[in-house]
RNA sequence: GCAUCUGUAGCUCAGUUUGGCAGAGCAGCUGACUCUUAAUCAGCGGGUCUAGGGUUCGAGUCCCUACAGGUGUACCA
């Protein structure tokens, strides 16, 4: 399988040689670049009276040569274009270092634009300067216009060789290079949003010492000098409350949480989120700050609130859908829950194959119910609200609702793409929320949230009512990109090893 | 984790049904070509058919196991 490789390698070290043998570095230390071709693009009547001498830059992604003369296109990070090489025109000497280029060599061409007697506009060169060889065979997408529509052929698709060699799928696959400049612009957008609205990016432990703030197993690993075990972050949540202790008012963090879990088209064992709190704030602010980020965002990037997403058309104008789980679960199954009646629920959960895990109450059985009969009804953006006080220990408890807390997910297209709380402020209550999740750690639940004395200790000295809000960044993209595959807005996908 | 599909040249794929010389296009190499644009024309080279085992006179093809990936499903955001 390498043989080849390996042969093509060799005669392109021989070109080396000969380059070298010319008196030609072909890794040289630097270059001039004069314009970005998409200037020469977008200016082309300009450039074409000018003949203005430009020096662009670039990779050169095909080539069409033909005796004393050659044809190649030159692409930068901005666009593309046409170079046009005489024998001729670049001297005997410079034509020999030409015809030492090779398909996906970086290349300087110095020269004016014009032309072709074919109406081609292209850049006449006066020079080629190779910037930097590559000495392995690069694979070559071509392309060609059929009735206005480009038609691809030999195309690099195979979906291992994209993720695992990311760099040629950039490369080759504009569509793809694409989505992940989205990607950047969404997030971008998300910084400036929120600093706009005077809340400030922090840095909080990705090692830390206990883990929490959500429900999940982590990877583990070991400090050697400090002697000590320590975990990677599952989530942000229980050091940026103690930042909303020390004074801080509105703050956010985006960054990796690492999950040790099983991995599909919506997981990926390290994932972006972004968490955000704000003193003084409720589940109603949280609610419309998601419903703003998401929809200006597609608006930034889409041009539009109506997307489609895999077979779905979803409508991201506000205001979304607000309905609680109880409700939820009463319009698809028709059983009416609101009185947390445990043997209603088990005998339910029972009939319907779900399980009941070990230490489970009530709130958990109706979290069951919800999951199984309901979250893959929820294509348009619904706020799913009112969550049990069982599943949600860091949730402030809904007045007049002891079952019941002043919590939202949000759905869309069946799948979870945020979830905040009005954030549980009483230290009291806190500590007993999570001894008992504790409890369920004991009885075998290796997700439950572990007491984490410090962060308990934070929250005695007092904090303020604070409405917190999670965002599943890698989800928002693939929504926003309409890709239905985490690792297609994740540029370099957990793999195993080859 | 379970189920299922896939794995053939650098890339994209035929060939597997019904076992019988390892194939094509692009890319590469040699030659021709001063207006091509999937350039064209002539010729050449390139393979551990994912790996290991089995059945067979004979396996890319049939059987078993492993590895990697896709999809579905379980847990989860």
Redesign the pocket.
């Known amino acids: 399988?390498?043989?080849?490789?390996k042969?093509?390698t060799a005669?392109?070290k021989e070109?080396l040689k000969k380059i070298n043998a010319l008196g030609i570095n072909p890794y040289p230390t630097n270059c001039q670049r004069t314009h970005e071709i998409v200037e020469l693009i977008n200016n082309e009547e300009k450039y074409l009276a000018d003949k203005q001498f430009v020096q662009i830059t670039g990779r050169l992604t095909?080539?069409?040569?033909?005796?004393?003369?050659g044809?190649a296109?030159l692409t930068d990070s901005t666009a593309k274009i046409?170079i046009?090489v005489?024998?001729?025109g670049v001297g005997e000497e410079n034509y020999e270092v030409f015809k030492l280029c090779?398909?996906g060599d970086f290349a300087q061409i110095d020269g004016i634009c014009f032309m072709?007697?074919?109406?081609?506009y292209?850049v006449?060169a006066q020079k080629v300067t190779i910037l930097g060889k590559g000495i392995?065979?690069?694979?070559?997408?071509?392309?060609?216009?059929v009735d206005g529509q480009k038609?691809r052929?030999?195309?690099?698709?195979?979906?291992?060789?994209?993720?695992?060699k990311r760099y040629l799928d950039l490369l080759?696959n504009p569509e793809n290079k694409a989505t992940f400049i989205k990607r950047s612009e969404i997030i971008t957008f998300t910084r400036n949003y929120l600093n706009d609205q005077g809340f400030i990016e922090v840095e909080t432990p990705t090692l830390q010492p206990l883990y929490g703030g959500?429900?999940?197993r982590p990877f583990m690993t070991h400090h050697n000098t400090l002697g000590t075990d320590l975990y990677l972050r599952i989530a942000t949540e229980l050091y940026l409350k103690r930042l909303i202790v020390g004074g801080f008012e509105k703050v956010y963090e985006i960054g990796k949480?690492f999950?040790n879990?099983?991995?599909?088209?919506?997981?990926?064992?390290?994932?972006t989120?972004i968490e955000l709190y704000q003193a003084y704030s409720d589940l109603d602010g949280m609610m419309h700050l998601t419903e703003e980020l998401f929809s200006q965002a597609s608006l930034l990037v889409n041009g539009t609130t109506t997307i489609p997403f895999g077979d779905h058309e979803i409508e991201l104008k506000t205001p979304w859908r607000r309905a609680t789980m109880l409700e939820l679960i009463q319009e698809h199954t028709g059983e009416d829950f609101s009185d947390f009646d445990f043997e209603r629920l088990s005998a339910y959960c029972t009939k319907n194959h779900i399980?009941i895990p070990n230490g489970a109450g009530a709130g958990k059985l109706v979290a069951?119910i919800f999951?199984?009969f309901v979250e893959?009804k929820l294509i348009q953006p619904t706020f799913v609200t009112d969550h049990p006080k069982e599943i949600s220990p860091l949730a402030k408890g809904k007045p007049g609702h002891p079952e019941l807390t002043e919590r939202f997910?949000i759905f869309i297209a069946t799948?979870?793409?945020?979830?905040a709380f009005t954030e549980l402020n009483d230290p009291i209550d806190q500590r007993e929320r999570l001894e008992a999740q504790a409890k369920l750690k004991e009885l075998g639940d290796q997700?439950a949230n572990m007491v984490d004395e410090d962060f308990l200790e934070a929250m005695e000295y007092g904090m303020p009512p604070t409405g917190g809000l999670?965002i599943?960044i890698?989800?928002m993209i693939m929504l926003l990109t309409n890709n239905?595959?985490?690792?297609e807005v994740i540029l370099f996908?957990t793999?195993?090893?080859?």
């Open positions: 399988m390498e043989q080849n490789v042969q093509v005669l392109k070109k095909a080539m069409r040569r033909q005796g004393k003369i044809f296109v046409q046009f005489k024998k001729d090779d398909l072709t007697e074919r109406g081609q292209s006449l392995r065979p690069i694979p070559v997408v071509k392309e060609k216009e038609v052929y030999d195309e690099f698709t195979d979906i291992e060789l994209r993720y695992r080759l959500a429900n999940a949480n999950r879990e099983g991995m599909d088209r919506t997981h990926n064992p390290e994932f989120s399980e069951q999951e199984r893959d997910e799948n979870e793409y945020a979830n997700e999670g599943g890698d989800r239905t595959s985490i690792k996908p793999m195993k090893p080859e």
